[in-house]
């Protein structure tokens, strides 16, 4: 970047003479906006928009939609395949959220104290994180094959008999969010270390000098300070989890009998397979809601908690 | 303490590798070789041969869909560069009615999940008849990738002292001069980090091309994963290797632009 200072002396005496006379709604600054703002209006405002109208219609991809109140709201309501789902959903989040959020944070204190190896370290775990999912899928996929699978054989060897993982009902959801973790722990991982990164050292050594253990170290210093990282992974986390849709399409199609279908795997069978874009709308209506509200709870929990100390 | 550590990131690292090492291995593996499943699984094969690749080409329209998988993430990258870049000068050099409205509208795109507007978007896509079109693949996705861009863009350019602005104008130079010839060189690690991620997002992307798409024509390379997880038993050598072919232009990606990398793929993280 070269340095301002030349220009800037020049530019002095016409600061104030800048602004032209042109009414305000004339601006240019309109013509630079205006190929984003029209893919966002069109591709991101009109179809929002339009979910608060269809969740509340009925259409079948001919005719214009008929308004129908609350029937698709009712229609979820009383299908017994919507609260499998809904449970699957909170299983699914439940248990990858935790656990990726232990391991991202076990790690990065694990890798900062091993300074040789740090670098590596990072680069390895965050492999998965931008490993397509469709590849992830086709390869764990193989990896759970029960009899030609990595898994199981290495389970054989020390005398495990493992299960049929995305066959079995038992286990199908539980296989999807093993690759999950897998996934994604990196990605926490790399969340923490930035975290880390930005406590002062001077409040440990000082702790130190006090007489403070490494573990009342975590608890009082680390753990607190690091509050607006973990806040933000678990929203992260949160958000990213009720969406997963890649891995339950590519792997197990919601099976075996719904037993690892999950909200949005929902929503495209209704509107997708079936055509019930009433109902899918009103299941995406749903989980728009809900995300909205986790997003702002984040904004809001950001605003009061950046400036912690 | 520090025994657990080590225990720790080995095991996880192991985790993480073995399955990169196991695919890549077994896509080299003739597909007669029965060592799979057992730890031997994990060697290079004794007699390597590119077989598998050579079936997993011809087997399906891989090159079609490699062309389109380029197609898709250049096009999504030139877009959101293009029109990110552009709406940043326009809310960091101009003061006009609606500004923050407006910005706020393409912040939006960031918080609110593109697959609960699957849906409807689908429709609007339909409506336009670009459903199965490059077009249809490319276009609307812009409206939900075009926030982060913006974004990213509208930082550095307010970074930019104005006074650097207000001389070129003095000389002469119009808007779109001083756009191209003062902030794009001066922002260039902000747009090569907001390409880079956006490239690799697109090429990794499954859920968007998986709608919209039927035909092997337009389809891109992750949407064609499906059928290598459905004949996965009986020939698995041309799924894996599918998936080296899928992931090294990635993985190429990822070492040569480490930094930039784990950086922008943070900060775009609540769109996920």
């Not at chain 2, 291995?25 to 060592?35: G, I």
């Not at chain 2, 999504?76 to 050099?93: P, T």
Request: charged share 10%; net charge neutral.
């Amino acid at each position: 970047v070269s340095d301002a200072g030349a220009p800037a002396v020049r530019s002095l005496p016409l600061a104030g003479s800048r602004r032209r006379e042109r009414p305000a709604w004339l601006s240019p600054g309109y013509l630079f906006i205006a190929p984003a703002l029209l893919v966002v209006l069109l591709f991101f405002a009109l179809p929002a928009l339009s979910l608060f109208y269809l969740a509340f219609a009925k259409w079948r991809f001919t005719g214009a939609p008929e308004w129908v109140g609350l029937a698709n709201f009712a229609e979820l309501w009383g299908d017994e395949v919507f609260w499998k789902v809904l449970g699957n959903t909170v299983f699914y989040v439940l248990a990858t959220v935790p656990p990726m959020i232990v391991l991202g944070l076990a790690l990065a204190l694990a890798v900062e104290a091993m300074p040789l190896v740090k670098t590596a370290m990072r680069t390895v775990f965050f492999m998965p994180v931008i490993t397509s999912i469709a590849v992830a899928s086709v390869v764990w996929s193989l990896l759970y094959n029960p009899s030609i699978g990595l898994i199981n054989g290495m389970l054989s060897m020390i005398g495990v008999d493992g299960p049929s993982w995305m066959s079995d009902p038992a286990w199908a959801l539980t296989s999807l969010a093993i690759l999950a973790i897998w996934k994604g722990f990196g990605y926490s991982m790399t969340l923490f270390i930035a975290g880390l990164a930005g406590i002062d050292q001077t409040l440990h050594e000082a702790a130190m000098i006090d007489g403070a253990g490494s573990w009342t170290r975590f608890w009082r210093i680390t753990w607190p300070l690091l509050s607006p990282t973990t806040f933000f992974v678990v929203i992260v986390g949160l958000l990213g989890s009720f969406q997963v849709f890649a891995s339950v399409a590519l792997m197990t199609k919601g099976g075996p009998s719904n037993a690892s279908n999950v909200l949005v795997y929902f929503i495209y069978e209704e509107a997708f397979h079936f055509q019930r874009y009433g109902v899918g709308s009103a299941a995406s209506l749903l989980l728009l809601i809900f995300s909205a509200v986790l997003t702002a709870l984040y904004l809001r929990g950001a605003e009061s908690r950046v400036h912690y100390q | 303490m520090p025994t657990i550590r080590v225990l720790l990131v080995v095991v996880a690292a192991l985790a993480v590798s073995l399955p990169y090492l196991w695919t890549f291995s077994a896509s080299l593996r003739p597909s007669r070789d029965v060592f799979l499943a057992t730890g031997w699984g994990l060697l290079p094969p004794l007699n390597p041969s590119l077989e598998n690749y050579i079936t997993a080409i011809s087997r399906v329209p891989m090159l079609r869909w490699f062309v389109n998988s380029v197609v898709f993430s250049v096009g999504e990258l030139v877009g959101q560069i293009g029109m990110g870049a552009l709406a940043a000068f326009g809310f960091v050099r101009y003061e006009f009615p609606g500004r923050g409205f407006f910005f706020g509208l393409i912040l939006a795109t960031m918080m609110i999940p593109a697959v609960a507007l699957i849906v409807p978007l689908f429709l609007v896509i339909n409506a336009l008849d670009w459903v199965d079109t490059y077009q249809g693949l490319i276009i609307p996705r812009l409206g939900l990738t075009v926030g982060f861009a913006t974004f990213l863009l509208r930082q550095t350019f307010l970074t930019i002292p104005r006074e650097l602005d207000d001389a070129q104008a003095v000389d002469g130079a119009n808007a779109l001069q001083r756009f191209w010839h003062l902030y794009i060189p001066l922002s260039r690690p902000a747009l090569a980090a907001a390409g880079i991620i956006g490239f690799v997002h697109s090429w990794n992307e499954f859920t968007w091309p998986y709608i919209v798409t039927f035909s092997d024509s337009i389809r891109t390379l992750p949407v064609g994963a499906q059928k290598f997880v459905a004949d996965g038993l009986r020939e698995w050598g041309p799924s894996m290797a599918y998936a080296v072919m899928l992931t090294l232009p990635v993985v190429a990606i990822y070492i040569v632009f480490q930094r930039a990398f784990a950086q922008g793929f943070i900060s775009s993280g609540i769109r996920g």
